[in-house]
């Protein structure tokens, strides 16, 4: 089986960074397609960001764009999202997820069988 681990979150203020990451424990990562998902209190699961197998094919919710970067590490089993001119709005749980059966990226939150326990990024005015 699969075990997604995230870190990286913490406190920040409005405008600054953070770099989360998240290693997978199997064999299959190179397999994988990787997804980053948050949801704050009270709210949905909310779709952030996507990357093929390959790390070549990303997509990012209208509300990181420009903003937010996914990328992917095979050799080491990571994948980082890199989080630049942090807003308030930006405060919740951030998880990730993988889907291996499919080797393009999706928005889709169900097509996602693994993910980790979430880590936490607050963002203060």
């Known amino acids: 089986q699969v075990q997604l681990v995230e870190s990286g979150g913490g406190l920040v203020q409005v405008g600054g960074s953070l770099r989360l990451s998240c290693v997978a424990s199997?064999?299959?990562?190179?397999?994988?397609?990787m997804g980053w998902f948050r949801q704050a209190p009270g709210k949905e699961r909310e779709f952030v960001g996507s990357?093929?197998?390959?790390?070549?094919?990303?997509q990012y919710s209208d509300s990181v764009k420009g903003r937010f970067t996914i990328s992917r590490d095979n050799a080491k089993n990571m994948v980082y999202l890199q989080m630049n001119s942090l807003k308030p709005e930006d405060t919740a749980v951030y998880f990730c997820?993988?889907?291996?059966?499919?080797?393009?990226?999706?928005?889709?939150?169900?097509?996602?069988?693994?993910w980790g326990q979430g880590t936490q990024v607050t963002v203060s005015s």
């Open positions: 990357i093929s197998q390959s790390g070549r094919g990303k």
């Open positions: 997820a993988a889907d291996p059966y499919n080797s393009i990226s999706t928005a889709r939150a169900n097509a996602y069988d693994y």
């Open positions: 199997g064999r299959t990562f190179r397999s994988c397609v």
